[in-house]
């Protein structure tokens, strides 16, 4: 049992630059979601999804769009990237019903952009 | 909007000591709020939660008190240890029935030795 993988763990880009962050999980979550965290600060909801072919926006949305074409994958993709976009993104998935205990982080994905 | 935030950016306690990490939110329709420890270069791990309808919960050293009339939120850690030594962030729960957290800034705890 993997859990949740993301990949790549590090990453530069070029201003402008595209490129998807991968998610995956192999727990048979419904709910999955992508978060940012910058330095100093907690994280912050970019995109989540309640289930294969349901997402939503969350707090920082801009910059960003996702698609969930099955329950396993979460891509996040950055269309045209930005210096401000420099964070450290973390999937996260969970069951249904449950409370904090059920929510499960990947471990990262580092992106800076120049 | 609404949002969780800590009271102590910042927070130095002798090895063995109990320490409080507090936590002020905003939104009184969450239903769930966690504690998470982080550790340079990982992820948010997961210490301890409690639902919106309790006001104690104790786990392994750890202690969540929920005073919902003042919106606080406070993680009691017994006898610290070094491996303690993390940043220490609370979240709640807005979205009920789904996973949409929102997270405070977060508490760096050093154990002293």
């Known amino acids: 049992n993997a859990g949740v993988t993301q990949t790549p763990k590090f990453q530069v880009l070029k201003t402008g630059q595209s490129m998807t962050l991968q998610c995956a999980q192999d727990?048979?979550?419904?709910?999955m979601s992508w978060y940012r965290q910058d330095p100093g600060m907690g994280l912050r909801l970019i995109h989540y999804?309640?289930?294969?072919?349901?997402?939503d926006q969350g707090e920082v949305p801009n910059g960003y769009n996702v698609s969930r074409s099955t329950t396993e994958d979460f891509p996040l993709r950055l269309l045209s990237a930005a210096p401000s976009q420099t964070s450290v993104y973390f999937c996260?998935?969970?069951?249904?019903?449950?409370?904090?205990?059920?929510?499960?982080f990947g471990e990262g994905s580092w992106l800076t952009v120049v | 909007g609404e949002s969780v935030g800590l009271h102590l950016p910042t927070l130095s306690v002798q090895e063995g000591d109990n320490s409080i990490i507090n936590c002020a939110y905003s939104?009184?329709?969450?239903?769930?709020f966690i504690w998470y420890k982080q550790e340079s270069g990982k992820g948010p791990q997961f210490i301890i939660d409690?639902?919106?309808?309790?006001d104690k919960r104790q786990g392994q050293r750890v202690t969540v008190l929920l005073n919902k009339t003042v919106k606080h939120l406070s993680l009691q850690i017994a006898a610290t240890q070094p491996g303690d030594s993390a940043v220490y962030f609370c979240?709640?729960?807005?979205?009920?029935?789904?996973?949409?957290?929102?997270f405070g800034q977060g508490t760096r705890l050093t154990i002293n030795p």
């Open positions: 999804s309640v289930g294969a072919g349901i997402t």
């Open positions: 409690i639902r919106s309808n309790m």
């Open positions: 979240a709640e729960n807005i979205f009920q029935g789904a996973q949409k957290l929102v």
């Open positions: 939104n009184s329709a969450s239903d769930y």
């Open positions: 727990m048979n979550h419904e709910y």
């Open positions: 996260a998935s969970s069951r249904t019903q449950g409370t904090g205990n059920t929510i499960y």
